[in-house]
C-alpha cells in the first residue's frame, strides 16, 4: 500500500524561522529520508512554496474561476494531487481546466514546488 | 542539548510570528501602543517561563492573546485603584486559558487587527523615518537597541525617534473602526512603501553595515508577506513581495571577500539564492495575470529578466528598456531615466545613453550615480579625460567606501592605461 503524508504546519512560525534553524531541520529530516530511500521506500517529496505564492481554480462553475490565494473552504477535503511540469501558472491553470473538464466540481490549489526529490519507489 | 535548542528556537519563532496578530488584538483592547505592547511583553516572558515545562499551547497566538489581556487588566487596576473592575471571568485564572479562549481567531478579527497596527504605524502624520521605526518596534518586535543599530543611530535618539511616533499617534485620534475602500487602498499603498523603505535600508547596506542592518531585509520580506496574506489578490503586494525576494536574492553575491561591490554582470550567478528567485518568479508570473500593471509589478518584472538570464550575455535588455519606459511613465524621476539609459546603452549603444542622460545633469548633480553612470558611457565612448572628470565627481558624492572604492578601481585602470598608451607613443 502506497501512502501519502501530507504535512501541515503554520505557515508564518515555519517562515520565521532562521536560515540556520531551518537548515538543521532540513538536515534532520534528511537523515530519515535517506534511510527510506535505501530501503527503495520514498516516493516524490515535495517543498512547497508559501500560500501566498498560490492559485485556485474552483470548478465547479463554467468557466471554472481563477482565485488569488490558497483553497479556503473547510466543508472539502483533500482527496489527491497532481505534480505537473508547466511553464508558467497560465500553462498550469490550463493543465488544471483540462482535468477540471474532465472531473467538474470542487477546486485545485495550485501551488509552485520549492524543493522536489523524485523518490525511488518502483512501480 | 541539541533538541534544548531547537525547541527554545521554535518558541522564539512563535513568539515573532504571533507579534503582529497578539499586539493588534490587544490594540483592540486597550486602544493604547503602549499597553498593547507591555501586554504582550508580560505575555511573552509567561511563555518563556511556562512553555517550556508544559509544552506549547495548541493556538499560541490565541494563549498569548488571552495572557496578554488578562495582565494588562491587572496592570491597568493596580494603576488606578478608582478604576472599575473588569468582569470576573476575563480575569480569572490564566493557566488552563487555552481551553476556554472566549477569543477564538476568527478570520475578521485576524485581518482588521493586524491592518490596524500597520496603518497606525503608518500614519499619514507620521513622517516615513517614523513610520519605519514604529514599524519595526511594534510590529515586528526588533529592541530599540537593533533599530538604531540598523539606522546607524544612537539608542536614545531612536528611542526618542520612537516615542516622538508614539505621541503623534496617541493625539491623533486614531478611528479604530476598518477603514472604507478608498481609505484602505491609500494607507494600503503607504504600508506598501514603508516596506519597501526597510528593504531599502537593509539592502542599501555595505561595509561593516551588513550584518547589522541586512537583517532589515528579512524583515521587510516579512511584513510584505504578512501584507500579501492580509490582500491575496492585490497585484501590486505581489509585486511588492516578488520585487524584495528578486533583489534579496542577490544579496550574497553583490561584494567580494573584501567589501567592494560587484556589479550584475560580474556576480557569481551561482552564489544567487535559488529558492527565493523562484517565489519571486511564481509571484510576478501571479501578478501579472490581472493585467493591471504598477511600479512594484514593473520593477518586479525587471528583476525577473535579471534574474532568469544564467548569463549576463542573455540578459533581455530590449525587454527591459521597454519596463523601464513603463515606470518612467508610472513614476517620472529622473533616477528611473538614469536606469533606462543603462539598458538603452545595452540595446543602442552608449551614444543613445549619454544623449537620454545629458539633460538630467542639473537635477542629479549630487547624485553619485549619475556621475558613476555618465563616466562609464563616457569610458565607452574613449572619451577618457570627460571620463575622469565624471568619476572624481562621483568619488566627491560616493555615500560609501565601498561605492568610492568601486569608482577608484575605474579611475585606477583609465590611469594605467593612460600611463600604457603614454609608454607606448615612446
Not at chain 2, 520580506?221 to 542577490?250: D, H, T, V, W
Not at chain 2, 520593477?299 to 523601464?324: F, G, K, N
Amino acid at each position: 500500500m502506497l501512502y501519502a503524508i501530507l504535512c501541515y504546519h503554520d505557515e508564518a512560525m515555519v517562515g520565521s524561522w532562521s536560515k540556520d534553524h531551518d537548515d538543521a531541520v532540513m538536515e534532520k529530516l534528511a537523515v530519515v529520508q535517506d534511510k527510506l530511500t535505501r530501503q527503495g521506500r520514498l516516493g516524490p517529496v515535495a517543498r512547497l512554496l508559501p500560500t501566498t505564492a498560490a492559485t485556485t481554480l474552483r470548478k465547479e462553475g463554467d468557466p471554472p474561476l481563477v482565485l488569488d490565494g490558497p483553497f479556503a473552504e473547510t466543508k472539502e477535503q483533500l482527496l489527491g494531487f497532481y505534480i505537473i511540469e508547466a511553464k508558467d501558472l497560465d500553462d498550469a491553470l490550463e493543465v488544471a481546466r483540462d482535468l477540471g473538464r474532465a472531473n467538474p466540481g470542487g477546486s485545485y490549489e495550485i501551488r509552485p514546488v520549492g524543493v522536489f526529490r523524485p523518490g525511488s519507489i518502483a512501480s | 542539548m541539541s533538541n534544548i535548542a531547537s525547541d527554545l528556537a521554535w518558541i522564539d519563532a512563535a513568539l515573532i510570528s504571533a507579534r503582529p496578530q497578539a499586539v493588534g488584538a490587544l490594540l483592540r483592547y486597550f486602544r493604547d501602543l503602549d499597553l498593547a505592547e507591555e501586554a504582550y511583553q508580560n505575555a511573552c516572558l509567561r511563555a518563556l517561563k511556562t512553555w517550556p515545562q508544559n509544552g506549547p499551547p495548541r493556538d499560541a497566538t490565541a494563549w498569548l492573546i488571552m495572557v496578554g489581556r488578562n495582565s494588562g487588566i491587572d496592570d491597568a487596576r493596580r494603576r488606578n485603584r478608582l478604576a472599575e473592575l473588569p468582569p470576573e471571568d476575563a480575569i480569572s485564572d490564566t493557566d488552563d486559558a487555552e481551553g476556554e479562549i472566549a477569543e477564538r481567531l476568527d478570520g475578521s478579527h485576524y485581518r482588521d487587527d493586524i491592518l490596524r497596527l500597520l496603518f497606525i504605524c503608518c500614519h499619514p502624520q507620521l513622517p516615513a523615518t517614523q513610520q519605519i521605526a514604529l514599524a519595526l518596534r511594534i510590529v515586528s518586535g526588533l529592541t530599540v537597541k537593533q533599530i538604531a543599530r540598523a539606522f546607524l543611530v544612537s539608542e536614545a535618539a531612536m528611542e526618542q525617534r520612537i516615542t516622538r511616533a508614539k505621541a503623534a499617534v496617541a493625539k491623533a485620534d486614531v478611528p479604530f473602526e476598518t477603514p472604507g475602500a478608498v481609505e484602505r487602498s491609500e494607507r494600503l499603498a503607504a504600508v506598501a512603501a514603508m516596506i519597501y523603505l526597510v528593504f531599502n535600508e537593509g539592502y542599501s547596506a555595505s561595509g561593516d553595515s551588513i550584518a547589522e542592518r541586512a537583517p532589515l531585509c528579512d524583515e521587510a520580506i516579512r511584513l510584505a508577506r504578512l501584507l500579501l496574506r492580509l490582500f491575496p489578490s492585490e497585484p501590486e503586494i505581489m509585486g511588492l513581495l516578488s520585487l524584495l525576494l528578486l533583489q534579496n536574492a542577490r544579496a550574497g553575491a553583490r561584494y567580494d571577500a573584501d567589501g567592494g561591490i560587484v556589479l550584475l554582470d560580474d556576480q557569481d550567478r551561482s552564489r544567487w539564492n535559488k529558492p527565493m528567485i523562484a517565489e519571486g518568479m511564481a509571484l510576478i508570473d501571479k501578478a501579472m495575470r490581472h493585467q493591471s500593471s504598477g511600479p512594484y509589478q514593473v520593477q518586479a518584472a525587471i528583476a525577473a529578466l535579471h534574474s532568469s538570464a544564467a548569463h549576463p550575455s542573455e540578459t533581455d535588455w530590449t525587454q527591459i528598456e521597454l519596463l523601464y519606459r513603463t515606470l518612467e511613465m508610472q513614476q517620472p524621476s529622473p533616477v528611473v531615466t538614469l536606469n533606462r539609459a543603462v539598458a538603452v546603452s545595452k540595446v543602442q549603444g552608449p551614444q543613445a545613453a549619454l544623449d537620454l542622460i545629458e539633460p538630467l545633469a542639473k537635477r542629479l548633480s549630487g547624485y553619485f550615480n549619475f556621475h558613476g553612470v555618465r563616466g562609464a558611457l563616457l569610458l565607452q565612448l574613449g572619451r577618457c579625460d570627460e571620463a575622469r572628470c565624471a568619476f572624481d565627481q562621483a568619488i566627491a558624492l560616493a555615500g560609501t567606501t565601498a561605492e568610492a572604492a568601486h569608482i577608484r578601481m575605474h579611475i585606477d585602470r583609465l590611469k594605467a592605461e593612460s600611463r600604457a598608451g603614454e609608454r607606448q607613443v615612446t
